[in-house]
DNA sequence: ACTGGAAGTTCCCATATATGAACCAGTGGT
DNA sequence: ACCACTGGTTCATATATGGGAACTTCCAGT
């Protein structure tokens, strides 16, 4: 609506991505030359950006870090999940992740990696794409059919893998078989030789955020109990969180 | 230079320092209604404001916590400080702050909490005015004698408590005197009954950033010793720190 | 010294934003 | 029912931004 305060705020979360960009870039990433200087210098000016004259690179500045500790919508979340994640990797030995959903995205919001050497790289801040991911599908097994259409339906959902799925019918069919089930897989659908086991953890309707809960592994850690084994460590988690959280242990 | 992108950041820094406003808090922050709408709108829609239709309020959004934590312009100051800071409040039991210095405010980026109960309270993100602090006038002494006259002579600089220094001129003379004690104070310059000491660590052209570490304390907690016996700790704590981001020792 | 590439600047005008004022709607108090 | 207050909307228009293209530096490679 306001064009210039939505492009500075997509590229901050491009420069976010990025790690750290130069000039072309931002005009690569479709803002004309003219208009760059102006909006670069603005939000280097302000502390929002810093810029290195040497290499010559723009990088997120003092203020954009300082706004991540200003935001406390989901502090409550991840502090009641933090003793069951460190107990979960523990027993499990892989990867505990906790997300929540913004979109048709999830966004990691914690993490607990595995010991083992050989692990998924993942990291807090990390947005992947719902219809691929375990955790994803969890999360969105908390939404209705007709949202879970509605979200899905806007854009064109990417193909990651040869096992990604990519209708919207048939992911609707899988989000319901979750819901059954009480848990969700992806098996190497967002990226090969990676599977992972997902719970849902609590609905928007119930804390304002929807958020999720997966352990994470390579294909060569599994075996023929996979997914099923996963599932009963994660329900004990779940409950151990939404009773720290002072809701119905579900 | 860009108005409505430099409008929609300040609204950010705004929000992120009232935790949440209301529309006519935007409003009196100098956004005309009919422009705050459109603003509004554009930031709840990219997900960097959220809007609660119950109580009608904005906070912060998801990607404004995201963003914090693709920020990486300190973290290596932050743990490399980490060891040194946890021995220093634990020989010291008084809180131990690390902040570096923006524009003529330093901004606190780690912080260890003093056991007592009665302590500051201070948090990690806060940002406060340089001239009335011990670890302000610390950061201060790292730049140059007409980098800070410009600096503060740019604003008006508030006067906090009845003994915070106002005049340049004399803020300069102190810093001198900071660069040849070695240490900064703040005896009751920023909040009445309350003191500290700081060094500082080191300054934007070794690293790139200016940094401080400071010791602060009630009042009632020091006697005829402070600030000198809080000096030899703090250039221990600064000799380990330095160490390990691999620079002279001071 | 020459060349190519990226950064940075300038100009102008079509287009989008900003804004004051008037207006509508919902809520809570009396 | 009425009033006061806040949130939200609409409209017309003065003003600021956006963007294409040509131009200037600056730098690194040859």
Redesign the interface.
């Known amino acids: 609506?306001?064009?210039?305060?939505?492009?500075?705020?997509?590229l901050?979360?491009f420069i976010?991505?990025q790690?750290q960009v130069r000039f072309q870039e931002v005009v690569d990433f479709g803002i004309p030359k003219s208009s760059a200087h102006?909006?670069l210098?603005?939000?280097v000016?302000?502390?929002?950006l810093?810029y290195?004259e040497q290499t010559r690179y723009y990088?997120?500045?003092?203020?954009?870090?300082?706004?991540?500790?200003?935001?406390?919508?989901?502090r409550g979340l991840v502090d009641a999940a933090s003793e069951a994640m460190d107990i979960l990797v523990s027993r499990l030995g892989e990867t505990v992740q906790l997300a929540?959903l913004?979109?048709i995205e999830n966004?990691y919001i914690a993490i607990r990696e595995s010991p083992h050497p050989m692990r998924m790289a993942s990291?807090?801040?990390m947005?992947l794409h719902a219809h691929a991911t375990g955790i994803g599908k969890a999360l969105l097994s908390t939404l209705s059919d007709s949202e879970v259409d509605t979200r899905l339906s806007a854009v064109a959902l990417p193909r990651l893998t040869e096992n990604t799925v990519t209708e919207v019918d048939e992911i609707l069919r899988i989000v319901d078989r979750v819901r059954h089930l009480g848990f969700a897989v992806d098996d190497e659908e967002f990226i090969a030789g990676c599977r992972c086991v997902a719970v849902p953890l609590v609905s928007e309707d119930e804390t304002?955020v929807a958020a999720a809960l997966s352990v994470t592994m390579p294909f060569q850690r599994t075996d023929a109990s996979w997914p099923h084994a996963f599932y009963p460590p994660l329900q004990e988690a779940r409950s151990m969180i939404r009773k720290a959280m002072g809701l119905a242990p579900t």
């Not at 000016?45 to 929002?48: D, L």
């Not at 990088?59 to 989901?74: M, P, T, V």
């Open positions: 609506m306001v064009k210039s305060a939505e492009r500075a705020l997509a901050l979360d976010a991505e790690g102006g909006l210098h603005t939000m000016e302000s502390g929002w810093d290195s990088k997120l500045g003092l203020h954009a870090w300082q706004i991540g500790h200003s935001y406390d919508g989901h929540r913004e979109g966004v990291s807090v801040g947005r304002g």
